[in-house]
């Protein structure tokens, strides 16, 4: 069992940037992806993008490629998304997730966070 917590959402203006954290604890996290997804009322929870824990390697969706950073502090169980130059189309509830491989479909995550709200307005 991975218990996920984010924390870190908010409203900013747009042009902004906010930093969302998920810390994972309960089994060994080290052989996990760790990915974070959105969703807007209405619509299908979107990929934002992943990272291997172990290989620190990260991917990410094209709708956010050069603005957002994943990255994790292994010392502290701890993924990030370093949110930059934010749109209004950015706004959603961001989730982060794990898995042990890495998917765009949220079917391939087996643990959730709670989620946390970010507003961008214009």
């Known amino acids: 069992q991975v218990l996920l917590v984010e924390s870190g959402g908010g409203l900013v203006q747009a042009g902004g940037s906010l930093r969302l954290s998920c810390v994972a604890s309960g089994r060994t996290f080290s052989s996990y992806y760790m990915s974070w997804f959105r969703q807007t009322p209405g619509k299908e929870r979107e990929f934002v993008g992943a990272i291997s824990w172990l290989r620190d390697i990260t991917y990410y969706a094209d709708s956010v490629k050069g603005r957002f950073t994943i990255s994790r502090d292994n010392a502290k169980n701890t993924g990030y998304l370093q949110m930059n130059s934010l749109k209004p189309e950015d706004t959603a509830v961001y989730y982060c997730?794990?898995?042990?491989?890495?998917?765009?479909?949220?079917?391939?995550?087996?643990?959730w966070g709670q989620g946390t709200q970010v507003t961008v307005s214009s």
């Open positions: 997730a794990a898995g042990q491989s890495w998917s765009k479909s949220r079917n391939g995550y087996a643990y």
